[in-house]
């Protein structure tokens, strides 16, 4: 007898990740919408459908344990919406902060768009290209990408964030060869580093970055 995807059962989420039932169920319902969405879009590389929550989903909600409480943030080119989803719908738990997913294509926004209507996700979506980011949204906190691009691309798209406010920080998901990129943007950008090891993707890492400056 073939499974269908409703079927299919979520593992339950590690408990250093703390998140409510409630809250559990959004996620769940946000993997149910990938999996339906998929069929039309190629919203994430087809291999990984199989590992949607361990490696997607759970991938992404480490960023909300490691910054907890109303922020204000900024998701670049997110696609299916990770990490930034994620995070707005742990901030539906919360009662407070905004995520704001910039998404330039228009298939993908409407996806995340009846997302958040589904899962009443604390974000909206700005259908513009990231260097367009700048002019619609309001001082930010903080920053996140995941798949998107090299981290000097990253630092090019963030910087003028931070130099409207300085205390922003950035976190950006990355794969085995980040060091090599971490060593290609200290040629062009100096910053404070955090690197927090991902406890679901061997190798891979989540950049926390701070005090963005460009040499002159």
């Not at 798209?157 to 950006?172: E, G, K």
Request: charged share 25%.
């Amino acid at each position: 007898m073939s499974v269908e995807w409703s079927d299919v059962r979520e593992p339950e989420i590690p408990g250093f990740l703390s998140v409510s039932r409630e809250t559990a169920d959004r996620l769940a319902t946000y993997a149910d919408l990938v999996r339906k969405w998929q069929s039309s879009i190629n919203l994430i590389s087809p291999r990984t459908l199989p590992d949607l929550w361990t490696r997607h989903i759970l991938d992404s909600l480490q960023l909300f344990a490691l910054r907890r409480g109303p922020s204000i943030w900024m998701d670049m080119g997110i696609g299916a919406g990770f990490p930034g989803l994620v995070t707005g719908i742990c901030l539906a738990e919360v009662g407070d902060g905004w995520v704001h997913l910039v998404e330039s294509n228009n298939k993908k926004a409407a996806f995340l768009r009846q997302a958040i209507s589904k899962t009443g996700a604390r974000a909206s979506v700005l259908p513009v290209r990231i260097d367009e980011a700048l002019k619609s949204l309001p001082q930010i906190d903080a920053i996140s990408a995941r798949a998107l691009a090299p981290l000097t691309d990253l630092l090019s798209h963030s910087a003028p964030f931070a130099a409207r406010n300085p205390a922003i920080r950035m976190w950006f998901h990355k794969g085995l060869d980040y060091a090599e990129e971490v060593r290609s943007a200290r040629d062009l950008w100096s910053f404070d580093l955090v690197e927090h090891e991902s406890q679901f993707q061997d190798g891979s890492v989540i950049l926390e970055i701070g005090n963005l400056k460009t040499f002159n």
